[in-house]
């Protein structure tokens, strides 16, 4: 597509379910990056792919969050139990290579947990 | 600790008047830096950054690195220039940014 595309826009969910939050990056680009925003504060690495597998997941904050990209594209990130904590707008980012040149951020996803 | 400091959370002028919004980084090692910028409801969207040095829509920011210093420049302040604006950066060659807090501008007619 044109850009880096984030469904939902807006999600609510109570605390303790389960969210997925999709991301469909810039066709070709082969990183792809999760980050998260909360309330105030800059955009926090979460995970970044290369290609299928997750080269590094080290700001995924516990066990609970867990992200795939099985064919290389679309990636999903995904909270079980969610906990009011996790609220915040979760963006998505690709580029066309890793390193240096900057991303192409989606719209983010703002999830709500209540 | 690696870490990207804006002193700023808010900063008006009025319009026609110069623009400087500060970012200091932590950093051991040769770090790249980016400014990144978000209109009201759009997305983030990348600024400049210091390796090409350019200019876009008048802004500059020049890397100071005995003062670790990224600070973003305009001569004159446009009413369109305000919106929240996040320094960056990243290790050399790596994909992994550190944000800032970010900095709130408004331009004052």
């Known amino acids: 597509g044109a850009g880096v595309s984030q469904t939902p826009s807006n999600k609510v969910t109570e605390k303790g379910k389960y969210v997925e939050l999709r991301c469909d990056p810039i066709?070709?680009?082969?990183?792809l990056y999760w980050y998260r925003q909360s309330l105030g504060q800059g955009p926090e690495f979460l995970i970044y792919?290369?290609?299928?597998?997750?080269?590094?997941d080290s700001g995924l904050p516990n066990d609970r969050f867990f992200a795939v990209r099985p064919e290389g594209s679309v990636s999903t990130l995904k909270i079980q139990r969610t906990e009011r904590g996790d609220s915040a707008v979760y963006l998505c980012?690709?580029?066309?290579?890793?390193?240096?040149?900057?991303?192409?951020f989606g719209s983010g996803t703002r999830l709500t947990v209540v | 600790a690696q870490r990207v400091t804006q002193p700023e959370k808010l900063l008006s002028v009025f319009k026609g008047a110069p623009v400087e919004l500060k970012c200091n980084y932590s950093?051991?090692?040769?770090?790249?830096l980016f400014w990144y910028v978000q209109y009201s409801r759009q997305r983030l969207q990348l600024l400049l950054r210091?390796?090409s040095r350019e200019s876009i829509k008048g802004f500059t920011a020049d890397l100071n690195k005995g003062e670790t210093s990224f600070h973003l420049k305009k001569p004159f302040a446009q009413e369109e220039d305000s919106a929240m604006y996040y320094c960056?950066?990243?290790?050399?060659?790596?994909?992994?940014?550190?944000f800032g807090t970010g900095t709130r501008l408004k331009v004052l007619a």
């Open positions: 980012a690709s580029s066309l290579t890793s390193g240096g040149y900057g991303y192409t």
């Open positions: 066709s070709g680009h082969t990183a």
């Open positions: 792919f290369q290609g299928t597998g997750a080269a590094d």
């Open positions: 950093y051991s090692g040769s770090p790249e």
């Open positions: 210091h390796i």
């Open positions: 960056a950066l990243s290790g050399s060659g790596t994909y992994k940014y550190i």
